[in-house]
């Protein structure tokens, strides 16, 4: 029995504008195998379809998981950014509150200084000690850079106001020290920086300023030591300044100096530093001492039982200069000891602690 072969698939169409038929003959491997590159073809693209969204999943993934982490660290950039505002917020109270226990001690300094040079000005004037300037009356400030240092440089943080100035020579200003840029236009870093700026200039001021104090207050001492202001010996007043009667002719006679009786021997210091102008024998004062100090004092001693410094000795004050004795006109041991000014007696009470 013969095999059948499958027919060839023939296809007709007729052509609409001439009318005429036509046919095509297919054999059917050639059916099958455009039916298989349609269905390889379909299959491809829907294969490529799934590779190309399972990429795109994927691509999308892992663009979630990285906002995520950028979510989170933005979270924590925010918390870290909390706490560093909150830092910054106590540092800048803590800067405003420097300032302000700066403004105090800048007042402070001014109140120290102000004592300082009234308590100056009030011994200056119970001593008559003229340093060779004039002042009115209601005065506050003398300009101490002629008496403490000529050559001190003052600092350039002001100009204008009175002649007078403080103790270094800066104008002393009532109104409070404030940093020199206004919170208000900069950010909160910025004004802390410029506080710390300011604070810094300030306290090399308040440095210089009290360096300054405490100068004055060793010229003050100096000055002290320049002024006879001290018991040149220990012992009872025999004899006060002013009129008494002659322990020798019993009438009433002006007596010069104080009379300080006390052991023969006993020290005698001089109660200021200067130069000694008279050393020896002088009349009824006996073994007699003087010595020139500052500002026109001179002071003497006299009825020594000797005498331990020579003409033109400096003598710093408390030196010992001699021992109580009984030279020259004298009923006993004792010290007869006289101040005097520019040439003229003066009472030495005030001079005697």
């Known amino acids: 029995m013969p095999s059948r072969e499958p027919k060839d698939l023939t296809v007709f169409w007729i052509n609409p504008l001439k009318g005429q038929m036509k046919k095509m003959n297919l054999r059917w491997k050639t059916i099958l195998f455009g039916l298989l590159l349609v269905i390889l073809g379909i299959g491809f693209g829907v294969g490529g379809i799934l590779w190309y969204n399972n990429k795109i999943k994927c691509e999308l993934g892992c663009m979630v998981t990285h906002l995520q982490e950028t979510k989170s660290e933005l979270a924590s950039l925010e918390v870290k950014k909390k706490e560093q505002e909150q830092k910054l917020e106590e540092l800048a109270k803590k800067a405003d509150q420097v300032v302000q226990e700066m403004n105090q001690l800048r007042e402070l300094d001014q109140k120290v200084r102000s004592l300082l040079e009234k308590?100056?000005?009030?011994?200056?004037?119970k001593y008559g000690i003229d340093l060779g300037f004039s002042a009115a009356a209601n005065e506050l400030y003398i300009p101490v850079q002629m008496f403490i240092n000529p050559n001190l440089d003052a600092f350039p943080f002001g100009m204008g106001g009175p002649n007078y100035m403080s103790l270094s020579g800066v104008p002393v200003?009532?109104?409070?020290?404030?940093?020199?840029?206004?919170?208000?236009?900069?950010?909160?870093?910025?004004?802390?920086?410029?506080?710390?700026?300011?604070?810094?200039?300030?306290?090399?001021?308040?440095?210089?300023?009290?360096?300054?104090?405490?100068?004055?207050?060793?010229?003050?001492?100096?000055?002290?030591?320049?002024?006879?202001?001290?018991?040149?010996?220990?012992?009872?007043?025999?004899?006060?300044?002013?009129?008494?009667?002659?322990?020798?002719?019993?009438?009433?006679?002006?007596?010069?100096?104080?009379?300080?009786?006390?052991?023969?021997?006993?020290?005698?210091?001089?109660?200021?530093?200067?130069?000694?102008?008279?050393?020896?024998?002088?009349?009824?004062?006996?073994?007699?001492?003087?010595?020139?100090?500052?500002?026109?004092?001179?002071?003497?001693?006299?009825?020594?039982?000797?005498?331990?410094?020579?003409?033109?000795?400096?003598?710093?004050?408390?030196?010992?200069?001699?021992?109580?004795?009984?030279?020259g006109r004298s009923t006993g041991p004792h010290l007869h000891y006289e101040v005097r000014k520019y040439g003229n007696v003066i009472n030495p009470w005030p001079y005697l602690p």
């Open 119 to 125: 308590d100056l000005q009030s011994q200056l004037k």
């Open 173 to 327: 200003s009532s109104q409070p020290l404030r940093p020199a840029v206004d919170p208000e236009f900069y950010n909160k870093a910025k004004n802390i920086e410029d506080n710390l700026s300011w604070l810094r200039a300030e306290m090399m001021v308040r440095e210089k300023s009290f360096n300054e104090i405490i100068q004055v207050i060793e010229k003050k001492d100096k000055l002290i030591t320049m002024v006879p202001m001290r018991w040149p010996t220990w012992g009872r007043v025999s004899s006060s300044y002013g009129w008494r009667k002659d322990p020798f002719t019993g009438r009433k006679a002006w007596h010069t100096g104080v009379d300080i009786a006390a052991p023969a021997g006993r020290n005698i210091v001089a109660t200021a530093a200067g130069k000694v102008i008279f050393s020896g024998w002088n009349g009824n004062y006996g073994r007699c001492v003087i010595i020139r100090h500052q500002f026109g004092y001179e002071t003497v001693y006299g009825h020594l039982s000797k005498i331990l410094v020579e003409n033109g000795e400096e003598v710093k004050k408390e030196t010992i200069i001699g021992k109580v004795g009984s030279s």
